[in-house]
């Protein structure tokens, strides 16, 4: 049995579909059964990582697990850690570890220190694993949705800020290879979109998708802080993460590892966009 947590989330959703397209038993884990939707075949478990007592049910009779970090910003419970110690109660063989590119060496704010520790939680375990290490997911995009509802102009923060953004699916399609290649346990994936990109060229080519004339705008940077502090996140999270957005250049080297381990070439976005913003609209 192959457990999947955050299974409803962008690169679980995925990883639940493609590993149960394979019929490979799998069992997905969310706070709320009752609202999710899987494919026929996948076991739901519920689960929530800030009451671990419940993920012993979920890890039982797991062979393989994929493991994702989503806590709310300033909780002292990691959901990985709290994860990694419900899969060695359970006897795992292996983790499947959703960490983020270099394993947050790079980053000096909150999620990449969660991402560092969560690795170390990872390693140390014990259980046989395979860190998957992406850099910016194309579904970040995803967010402008509600203004491209409204009209054509569209707020991006940091437009000219360059990075490989990477299709959760590809990130999901290793994690499967990860699951079911044994020459890929206990390595470190660093992964990444096959094109560099900035945020202002994604914009441009998601008009070219939608037909549209689209025009951007760039806030301020106040103002991309204030945008992230009004979608939830704590405002001490969003400056420093902005404030490591501005640091340097990091995130924008292309990997070849998506298309090593696949045997095709990663995704463009282009062509991500052309299925998530036009047949999704
Ligand atoms: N976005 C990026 O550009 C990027 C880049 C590199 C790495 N990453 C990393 O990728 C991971 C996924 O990021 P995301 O923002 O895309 O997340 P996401 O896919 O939106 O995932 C949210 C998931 O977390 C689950 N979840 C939330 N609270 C939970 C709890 N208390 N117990 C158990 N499950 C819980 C949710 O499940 P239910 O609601 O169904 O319970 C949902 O499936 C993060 O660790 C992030 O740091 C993201």
């Known amino acids: 049995m192959i457990l999947i947590t955050g299974a ?8 639940v579909t493609q590993l149960a397209a394979r019929g490979l038993p799998v069992r997905a884990m969310t ?6 939707t899987f494919p026929a075949g996948v076991e739901v478990v519920a689960g929530d990582c800030d009451e671990p007592a419940s993920l012993a049910k979920a890890f039982e009779g797991v062979e393989q697990a994929f493991l994702m970090t989503s806590q709310p910003t300033g909780s002292p419970n990691l959901h990985t850690v709290v994860q990694v110690a419900a899969a060695q109660r359970a006897g795992v063989k292996h983790l499947v570890k959703l960490s983020v590119a270099a394993g947050g060496e790079e980053g000096h704010e909150l999620v990449a220190a969660w991402h560092r520790r969560d690795e170390a939680a990872v390693t140390d375990s014990g259980i046989d694993h395979t860190l998957l290490r992406p850099g910016r997911f194309m579904s970040n995009t995803l967010g402008w949705k509600h203004m491209l509802g409204r009209g054509d102009t569209v707020h991006v923060a940091f437009a000219h800020r360059a990075s490989t953004p990477i299709a959760p ?14 020459a890929l346990r206990n390595r470190k994936l660093e992964l990444s979109g096959p094109e560099v990109l900035t945020p202002e060229q994604e914009l441009a080519i998601v008009g070219e998708v939608l037909g549209r004339r689209l025009t951007l705008v760039e806030p301020t940077t106040a103002q991309a802080i204030d945008g992230m502090v ?14 490591h957005v501005l640091a340097g250049d990091y995130g924008a080297d292309v990997s070849p590892v998506v298309e090593q381990v696949l045997g095709r070439p ?10 998530h913003f036009k047949e999704e609209s």
């Open 31 to 36: 706070r709320r059964p009752e609202a999710a």
């Open 230 to 243: 009004r979608g939830g996140m704590a405002r001490d999270l969003a400056e420093k993460m902005i404030e």
């Open 266 to 275: 990663a995704t463009t976005f282009r062509r991500w966009a052309a299925t």
């Open 8 to 15: 409803t989330g962008h690169v679980g959703a995925k990883v």
């Open 169 to 182: 699916e590809d990130i999901a399609a290793v994690a499967v290879e990860a699951f079911t290649n044994p």
